[in-house]
């Protein structure tokens, strides 16, 4: 079976390097599943879940906190800022984030728009802790 060899880098390490046979990848403006011999691409990625497929029944599962994704030839290499695989997420401590997001006071359109973006990229990380369970 044809696979696509997956690399996860971060400011501080390499966190995933390995062969996996379908990644999927929150953009910025919606979701991508990536298949081996996928035309090159690099697209800006949102904040959200990365699903890596290694092999039948065996999906791991990461929140990404935006950065860049690059395909080319068969190598999927993803660029972010944060990548948490989900056991390490704990749900009650997302759960109080989102909590803390959507209390957070907001009196002017910009402040409004962190509040929007803060409950928005705490909900993300939410369900992505719920799927490490």
Do not use: W
Not at 48 to 56: F, K, L, Q, S
Not at 90 to 108: I, L, N, T
């Amino acid at each position: 079976m044809l696979q696509l060899q997956c690399i996860i880098v971060t400011p501080e390490r390499t966190l995933y390097d390995a062969p996996a046979e379908f990644v999927a990848l929150t953009l910025y403006d919606g979701e991508i599943g990536i298949a081996p011999s996928r035309a090159p691409m690099i697209g800006r990625l949102g904040y959200g879940e990365m699903r890596i497929t290694e092999g039948e029944n065996h999906v791991l599962y990461y929140y990404v906190e935006g950065g860049f994704v690059e395909v080319f030839e068969d190598v999927v290499t993803v660029m972010t800022n944060r990548a948490i695989p989900a056991a390490e997420l704990d749900v009650k401590a997302a759960e109080e984030q989102v909590d803390a997001a959507r209390s957070r006071k907001a009196e002017s359109p910009e402040e409004l728009a962190l509040r929007d973006r803060l409950v928005s990229h705490s909900r993300a990380q939410l369900r992505v802790a719920r799927r490490g369970r």
